[in-house]
């Protein structure tokens, strides 16, 4: 019977070693990674809340109600109501660790929990969110024409579309 030899077995281990290094980073979510993945998610749900807005006929709002994330529309009585029982528009959590930042409306901060307003015509006053992690920061942004990108620190923009970047 014959074994395997020293050489063999090192051999071995080193490309086992080789591709656990090369797998596990890819794993492990950073905090970059998670930032960037729930500003796309956000951006995505605004887009919607925006053509919906379209769509309906009735204006559509989002605001952040301390660790909670939820839309609004304008009820029979005129007062804003929140939207209740929808699937897209159900209120959610942003990911553990991150937290909204600052919210400017018309470059002007407002507080967090300031009504984001999606008119029938398309339209909203241009924002600027934006969401931290640990010293990590990312934007939100959206212009008066209705249009809503990712803004990394830097300050590149990167428009958005429902199919690119779902799954960022």
């Not at 070693?17 to 905090?31: E, H, K, M, N, S």
């Not at 998610?41 to 204006?59: F, H, I, K, T």
């Given at each position: 019977?014959?074994?395997?030899?020293?050489?063999?077995?090192?051999?071995?281990?080193?490309?086992?070693?080789?591709?656990?290094?090369?797998?596990?980073?890819?794993?492990?979510?950073?905090?970059?990674?998670?930032?960037?993945?729930?500003?796309?998610?956000?951006?995505?749900?605004?887009?919607?809340?925006?053509?919906?807005?379209?769509?309906?006929?009735?204006?559509?709002?989002?605001?952040?109600?301390?660790?909670?994330?939820?839309?609004?529309?304008?009820?029979?009585?005129?007062?804003?109501?929140?939207?209740?029982?929808?699937?897209?528009?159900?209120?959610?959590?942003?990911?553990?660790?991150?937290?909204?930042?600052?919210?400017?409306?018309?470059?002007?901060?407002?507080?967090?929990?300031?009504?984001?307003?999606?008119?029938?015509?398309?339209?909203?006053?241009?924002?600027?969110?934006?969401?931290?992690?640990?010293?990590?920061?990312?934007?939100?942004?959206?212009?008066?024409?209705?249009?809503?990108?990712?803004?990394s620190p830097g300050g590149e923009g990167r428009a958005l579309s429902r199919a690119s970047e779902m799954n960022a």
């Open positions: 019977m014959r074994g395997f030899t020293l050489i063999e077995l090192m051999t071995a281990l080193v490309i086992v070693g080789i591709a656990v290094a090369i797998v596990v980073p890819r794993l492990v979510r950073d905090d970059r990674d998670v930032l960037a993945q729930e500003a796309a998610r956000l951006a995505l749900l605004l887009e919607q809340a925006r053509d919906e807005a379209v769509a309906s006929g009735r204006p559509i709002a989002w605001s952040s109600q301390g660790a909670v994330n939820g839309f609004w529309t304008v009820g029979a009585g005129g007062d804003w109501e929140k939207i209740a029982g929808d699937e897209v528009f159900r209120d959610r959590s942003l990911a553990e660790g991150v937290r909204i930042a600052r919210l400017t409306l018309n470059r002007v901060s407002v507080a967090p929990n300031t009504r984001i307003v999606f008119t029938p015509a398309g339209t909203s006053a241009p924002f600027t969110l934006t969401l931290e992690m640990r010293g990590e920061g990312i934007a939100v942004v959206g212009d008066a024409l209705g249009r809503i990108a990712v803004e």
